[in-house]
């Protein structure tokens, strides 16, 4: 079954880059119309979603965040990795990865536990 | 960016009631070639990542209750909870893939009256 887990640091200092892996099974990137993306939910916030990267190397970003984040795949070892640079305390929240639908793109159908990422100094 | 506005924020039903909730795109997320709206309901509880619920607005995913429905198209769509079970306490977010940036709405908590 696809399972989807999130790591890196839980506490950042304001203006350093946030580094976040996203550890799958269950599928593959190699394969087309697989597309994994990253979304982050402030405490008791609503959702926000930050980027997608597909099987091709496609990638989508947040136009309002665009300038700070860089999404990458490595198929070999079954991990996305998203880093966001210059965090601020309003990037404190919960950071997803989760699989997008293939027949559905964007509809993410299987989610990780997702991290919280506190930014403060 | 495509704004998505649900109301209300929260509603409390009786157990065995309907609770429906309500989502407004900013513009349409119908797409005119394949006639399917880019819209997906999340149920989320607390301390637990969102559940995928319902896609291209009325289309149920495998494992979820037939007592959770999706309907509308456009720019008006809604959540119904048939027969309110315990379980379905949670905060519920609709969102468009329409167009990048995908965008949830705000949330809407659903209570135990």
């Known amino acids: 079954q696809i399972t989807l887990k999130e790591s890196g640091p839980t506490l950042v200092k304001p203006t350093q880059t946030l580094t976040l892996t996203c550890t799958f099974s269950?599928?593959?990137?190699?394969?087309?119309?697989?597309?994994v993306g990253w979304i982050r939910q402030p405490p008791g916030k609503a959702l926000e979603w930050l980027a997608l990267?597909?099987?091709?190397?496609?990638?989508r970003y947040s136009p309002s965040l665009k300038s700070r984040l860089t999404i990458t795949k490595d198929t070999s070892k079954n991990q996305v990795v998203l880093t966001v640079t210059n965090m601020d305390p309003v990037d404190t929240a919960t950071y997803y990865c989760?699989?997008?639908?293939?027949?559905?793109?964007?509809?993410?159908?299987?989610w990780g536990q997702g991290t919280l990422v506190t930014v403060s100094s | 960016d495509i704004v998505m506005t649900q109301s209300p924020d929260s509603l409390a039903v009786s157990l065995g009631e309907r609770a429906t909730i309500n989502c407004k795109s900013s513009?349409?997320?119908?797409?005119?070639?394949?006639?399917?709206?880019?819209l997906a309901w999340y149920q989320q509880k607390a301390g637990q990542p969102p559940k995928l619920l319902i896609y291209?607005?009325?289309t149920r995913e495998s494992g979820v209750p037939d007592r959770f429905s999706g309907s509308g198209s456009g720019t008006d769509f809604t959540l119904t909870i048939n027969s309110l079970q315990a379980e379905d306490v949670a905060i519920y977010f609709c969102?468009?893939?329409?167009?990048?940036?995908?965008?949830f709405g705000q949330g809407t908590k659903v209570e135990i009256k």
């Open positions: 989760a699989h997008s639908r293939i027949a559905a793109p964007g509809v993410f159908d299987y």
């Open positions: 269950g599928f593959s990137l190699r394969n087309s119309g697989v597309g």
């Open positions: 990267i597909y099987w091709d190397d496609d990638k």
């Open positions: 513009q349409s997320v119908l797409y005119s070639s394949n006639n399917k709206n880019y």
């Open positions: 291209w607005a009325s």
């Open positions: 969102q468009q893939c329409y167009s990048a940036p995908s965008t």
